[in-house]
């Protein structure tokens, strides 16, 4: 049974940083493709970035270009999020996902993505 666990959300202020984490077990973790998503009130969930199994290959939203970083630990069964630099506009509960590699990781959609956790919520205030 594939469990992702996310951990590490919370309240910040703007400009303040977080580390999102997300625990995998149950499936070949390493053989997945990880993302991150975030979902605010009343929004469509949207990607905001993925990961190869190898981590050759990364693939970030615009709108957390140059402020957020994704990794991950094979060993430890586990993805990351780094957040710097947050805005008011990056609050939403966040998601972490995998997705089967299939030669490759492809873009950052919902639909690509098989298994989910049960999120963690980030909150930036002003």
């Known amino acids: 049974q594939v469990q992702l666990v996310e951990s590490g959300g919370g309240s910040v202020q703007a400009g303040g940083s977080l580390r999102l984490s997300c625990a995998a077990s149950?499936?070949?973790?390493?053989?997945?493709?990880m993302g991150w998503f975030r979902q605010a009130p009343g929004k469509e969930r949207e990607g905001v970035a993925r990961?190869?199994?190898?981590?050759?290959?990364?693939l970030y939203a615009d709108s957390v270009k140059g402020r957020f970083t994704i990794s991950r630990d094979n060993a430890k069964n586990t993805l990351y999020l780094q957040m710097n630099s947050l805005k008011p506009e990056d609050t939403a509960m966040y998601y972490c996902?995998?997705?089967?590699?299939?030669?490759?990781?492809?873009?950052?959609?919902?639909?690509?993505?098989?298994?989910w956790g049960q999120g963690t919520q980030v909150t930036v205030s002003s």
């Open positions: 996902a995998a997705a089967t590699f299939s030669g490759g990781c492809g873009p950052l959609l919902v639909s690509l993505f098989e298994y």
């Open positions: 149950g499936y070949t973790y390493r053989s997945y493709c």
């Open positions: 990961i190869s199994p190898s981590s050759f290959s990364t």
